[in-house]
C-alpha cells in the first residue's frame, strides 16, 4: 500500500511561507508532508454505499529540517515564541524535469497552518547535533499541476 | 545612485517585486540578519559586477537567489535561469541588493 507521506527534495523545491523563503537545510535533505485524512468516506449499506468528500481532506502536515541557529531557525524560533499563535499560509513548489525534458512545476498551495509540536533537536551520530525539527499543520491544502 | 534608479528601488522595494526583461522577481521576507548579511557582502564586492571575480560575488549571489523567487519558486532552486536569462544577471544583483539595503539606508 502507497504511503501518505510525500518527501521533497530541498535541492529543487521551495518552501515559502508568509513570504518567507526557507533555504537552510542540510544538504541533501527532504521536506516531508504528509496528508492526515483520506480524500473520502465510504459508508456500506448491504447493497448501497454512501460516499462523502471529508471536510478535513486538506488537512497536511509538514516536517521541516533545519540548520540550527541559522536564519530560518531563528525565523521560525521567533513566530513560535509570540503570544498569539501564527497562522501560516505559503506553498511548496518543486520542480522537476517531465518526461517530454520541459522543465516543470509541480506545487502545494498551504493554507490556515500553524506550528503544532515543540521543535525538537535532531541528532546526528556523525555530523553531530545541527539541526532543529519543526512541525506545522495546514488545514486547507491543495496539490496545483 | 541616480535618482531615478533610487526611484525604481523605492518602487521596487514597496511592491516587493522587480521587474528585469518580462520577468518578475518576488523579494521573500527576510529577518534582519539575513539582509545585513547581504549587504555585508555587497559592500565587499560592490554590485555592478566590477569585482565579480571576487570570492565573496558567490556568496552574495547564492544570498541573493535564496532570497528571491520566480512564482514562489527560490532562484536558488532554479539553478539554470541565469543560463538561459544571462543578460538579467547584473541588473538583477544591483537591483536585489539595493532592494535588500533599501530600508537601512534610503528608508525614513
Not at chain 1, 485524512?37 to 471529508?54: A, E, H, S, W, Y
Request: aromatic residues 10%; hydrophobic residues 40%.
Amino acid at each position: 500500500m502507497a504511503s501518505n507521506v510525500l518527501s521533497f527534495s530541498t535541492e529543487n523545491t521551495s518552501l515559502v511561507l508568509n513570504g518567507y523563503g526557507f533555504s537552510n537545510y542540510q544538504d541533501g535533505d527532504i521536506i516531508e508532508a504528509a496528508w492526515a485524512n483520506p480524500v473520502t468516506t465510504q459508508v456500506r449499506g448491504r447493497k448501497d454505499v454512501n460516499i462523502m468528500k471529508r471536510s478535513d481532506s486538506g488537512v497536511m502536515d509538514l516536517t521541516v529540517r533545519l540548520m540550527r541557529f541559522s536564519n530560518d531557525d531563528v525565523y521560525l524560533n521567533s513566530k513560535k515564541n509570540q503570544e498569539l499563535p501564527v497562522i501560516f499560509e505559503g506553498s511548496l513548489t518543486e520542480n522537476f524535469i517531465s518526461n517530454d525534458g520541459v522543465e516543470s512545476v509541480s506545487s502545494y498551495n498551504l493554507g490556515a497552518g500553524s506550528l503544532t509540536d515543540q521543535p525538537t533537536e535532531v541528532i546526528n551520530n556523525t555530523d553531530g547535533n545541527f539541526l532543529m525539527e519543526y512541525k506545522l499543520r495546514f488545514n486547507d491544502c491543495i496539490r496545483v499541476i | 545612485m541616480r535618482e531615478t534608479d533610487l526611484e525604481i528601488v523605492k518602487k521596487s522595494y514597496a511592491d516587493k517585486r522587480i521587474e528585469i526583461k518580462g520577468i518578475a522577481y518576488t523579494m521573500c521576507d527576510l529577518t534582519n540578519d539575513a539582509s545585513l548579511e547581504i549587504m555585508g557582502l555587497g559592500q565587499l564586492c560592490g554590485a555592478d559586477g566590477s569585482r565579480i571575480n571576487d570570492a565573496n560575488w558567490k556568496k552574495l549571489e547564492k544570498k541573493l537567489c535564496d532570497a528571491f523567487m520566480i512564482d514562489n519558486q527560490l532562484l536558488s532552486r532554479l539553478p539554470n535561469h541565469f543560463e538561459i536569462n544571462k543578460g538579467s544577471y547584473i541588473t538583477f544583483i544591483s537591483y536585489a541588493l539595493a532592494m535588500v539595503s533599501f530600508p537601512f539606508i534610503y528608508e525614513v
